[in-house]
């Protein structure tokens, strides 16, 4: 069983007999085996849990049940999603041994659809990162290039599906941590408009901007992840009850005649030569496809990464108030409660969190809070505006992911700005609210993969999942 399954290739496997979700649940955790001591990519794995639901699964086939949409098909969960029973650390020691009462609502409906959850993923602490390296539990290897990081937050999600140690992963995004892992794995990865999937359960970095979202290995599976956590959850008020489409569907459309935007902005100074050479060989092939093409501006590009940081960082320091030995996860006692606070959180919290409830604070406290807080508010304000007004004009936005492809372990560790600057192109979407994919396009050095971002309008990920669809069908991924 060497193929590398896809969730089509799963549902007909298992409905034609060929396959129980047993003996497929137990390939992969063979695979697991095999490799994940080099990439790190699990922290835990949930064997009794997975085999119990390949069972059901089984049951249903062997009754002549119709089958669920996921039957049997086994998926990674990043570790700042809650699972009931099963460990959910947030790669940080403040939750080495928190065990979730509950299950987040995108899980659950994943497991309603008859997937079957393999375990949970690596990735930076409290999804702070862009490289997988803020991990208390180690960096995750980049499987296409063990030597190389594999993009973060969700470093560990976007290894595990390009390794083939899942066929699908949840990863979460707040400014590029679905996004730029899947371009440097090499993987298709989604983030939906903000609200269109609930955040009920996802342990919170940043509320106004966290959003749940899938990694696969084809843009087909990424619709059929995102149409079963899509859609209204009474247990998260900013989720929507805006309509979920049939999105698989939706991705057969011809994209002939549609619009494209290339925002001048995205392609600035900083840029790697190489990526740079393969987003203009993506754009070209849009225009093969029958595309129209425009050159656009959104004027408040260059404000985005300080923007995000201000309002990110005020979200987290507010949302990791929580963690005070108290409620949750790690105590540390000391003679007084406030030296248990300390110590719990001193011991508790690694150096890139510790950096971002300080910096939190210092935007939201008297006398700085105009400056930075309600200034970075405004501006947020601006650069949706931007998205706005691109939309009047075309119906997709196309730039690349990252302006460079994967770096090497230990490259930017030591220079915090750097490391921030890795998500430049993705964080004006996530303060905007717009969907957003990465797929993969090309590879530089003949093995660092790249990726092309398709933005869409506010709900709009039916239009932007049939633009990735058809890129892909064209040979994107080979230019
Ligand atoms: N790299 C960005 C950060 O460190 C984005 C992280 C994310 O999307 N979770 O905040």
Known sequence: MTISWTIEGVREAVAAKKVSARELAGEFYKRIEARNAELNAFLTLSPERAYAQAERVDAMVAAGKPLPPLAGVPLAIKDVISTRGIRTTCGSKILEKYVPPYDATAVERLEKAGAVILGKTNCDEFAMGSSNENSAYGPVRNPEATDHVPGGSSGGSAAAVAAGLAVAALGTDTGGSIRQPGAFCGVPAMMGSYGRVSRYGLIAFASSLDRIGPFARNVKDIASVLQIISGRDPQDSTST?????????????????????????????????????KIEAGIELFKKLGCKLLDIHMPHTDYAIATYYIIATAEASSNLA?????????????DSLLSMYRKTRGAGFGAEVKRRIMLGTYVLSAGYYDDYYLKGQKVRALIAQDFQDAFTKVDAIVTPTSPVPAFRLGERTNDPLQMYLADIYTVTGSLAGVPGISIPCGKVCGKLPVGLQIFGRPFGEARVLQLAHAFERAGGADL
């Open 241 to 277: 009850t805006a309509p979920v489409p049939d999105y698989r569907a939706e991705t057969e459309k011809p994209v002939k005649g549609l619009r494209i935007g290339i925002p001048t902005e995205y392609f600035g100074a900083g840029m790697d030569e190489g990526v740079h050479k």
């Open 322 to 334: 929580r963690y005070d030995g108290v409620r949750y996860g790690l105590r540390v006692e000391g």
